[in-house]
């Protein structure tokens, strides 16, 4: 064995005594929330499809529409060629659906706050980062080779106490959040962090990424300059985004380099986009479905009444959550067990995610089915996150 097969198989045995490996597991989408995986038909509750617009009709049409007469991909970086007529509408939505003056498209959420961040933040300037942000918010900082100061999650008081010790020593400041927090989601009090940050001279950037197209009364009252999201979830499709002014996005679209050296994204994933966020604007009661399955199931449990379509329960140890997944695909639900470094050592856990497309007796069939097969569930408190 050559010595990079050797690292390679000396870190996979470690994984595995500590039920920490990862594999990739093929799954097939049915009628969604069905999906096959492992020869079983099961109902997902681990797919971030909030609103079903992935299989919509409309969705799926505009997208077929777009690759009969634009082809299969972009060709070329947008830069270059790659910067299809269809981004401009896309674009434009994006923007009034934000209040904003403008947005700038790019390949994957992950590519947006890659590039975002660093063409924003660089080694003379300050990051604060809630200490649960995505981890491609972690790296979007570390690339960017700023000061990053980590302030405890959703804790205005630390993250205040950071920038009054610390804001004065940068050129510039920069606080980056997430709106729903993609493996508690909990929310981020957004109005506050918006004041403290107008009073440091501190922008203030939040990864909507769990909550666009959903309801969320914090993120309404609160004046966020840089709004950063994903085309993937709520929306159905591909690709991420920034809305801001025209300033501000016309200097991205020229600094960003995740932007500048990526190839434009496919002309179906555009027209897809554009068709999801005609329907989200045509059926208003549509955004509110994700968080009242949530709550139906919250209630059912006697679990904390869910702030978004994500609901975790925290079962500890890996391999208390990958037995836990196991007894509910037996049961015929999809349910992943979400374990380190995703989330703190000792908060391995099922995440349930809601979407508007399931049904209320599934909800109930499997709140049931939880309680049958895990015991009751409502004492179980989850674990301090850890930094």
Request: glycine share 8%; hydrophobic share 45%.
């Amino acid at each position: 064995m050559n010595s990079l097969d050797r690292f390679a198989t000396e870190k996979l045995d470690v994984l595995d005594q500590a039920a920490l490996r990862r594999r990739l597991v093929e799954t097939d989408r049915d009628a969604f929330p069905w999906v096959f995986r492992n020869g079983r038909r099961l109902l997902s509750f681990s797919c971030n499809d909030y609103l079903g617009l992935s299989v919509h009709p409309r969705v799926k049409a505009a997208a077929i529409e777009a690759a009969r007469r634009y082809g299969t991909g972009a060709g070329a970086s947008r830069l270059v060629t790659g910067n299809n007529s269809l981004y401009g509408a896309l674009e434009q939505r994006l923007a009034q659906a934000k209040g904003t003056q403008a947005a700038c498209v790019f390949g994957s959420g992950y590519l947006a706050n890659l590039g975002v961040i660093g063409a924003l933040a660089g080694p003379d300037d300050l990051i604060l980062l809630d200490e649960l942000d995505h981890a491609c918010i972690h790296a979007g900082a570390q690339l960017s080779r700023a000061t990053i100061k980590t302030f405890r999650h959703n804790d205005i008081a630390d993250a205040a106490a950071l920038l009054e010790a610390h804001r004065k020593h940068f050129a510039k400041a920069l606080l980056v959040t997430e709106t729903v927090f993609s493996m508690d989601g909990d929310r981020a009090p957004l109005a506050a962090l918006a004041a403290l940050c107008a009073a440091h001279d501190t922008w203030l950037m939040s990864d909507d990424a769990h909550g666009f197209g959903m309801t969320a009364p914090d993120a309404a009252k609160a004046v966020v300059p840089l709004h950063m999201g994903t085309l993937s979830k709520a929306i159905g499709s591909y690709g991420g985004y920034l809305c801001a002014s025209a300033p501000v996005i016309d200097f991205i679209k020229t600094r960003a380099r995740s932007l500048i050296y990526s190839t434009g994204l496919p002309p179906a994933t555009l027209a897809a986009a554009s068709a999801a966020l005609d329907v989200i604007a045509g059926d208003p009661a549509l955004a509110g479905a994700p968080l009242r399955k949530a709550r139906l199931f919250t209630e059912r449990l006697g679990l904390a009444l869910a702030q978004s379509p994500i609901v975790p329960l925290i079962l500890g140890e890996p391999e208390a959550a990958l037995a836990a997944s196991e007894q509910l695909a037996e049961a015929g639900f999809l349910v992943t067990a979400i374990r380190p470094p995703t989330v703190a050592p000792g908060t391995a856990r099922l995440r349930f995610a809601f979407s508007a497309s399931h049904e209320d007796e599934d909800i109930e069939r499997l709140a049931a089915t939880i309680e049958s097969r895990l015991g009751p569930v409502s004492r179980r408190a989850p674990v301090e996150a850890l930094p």
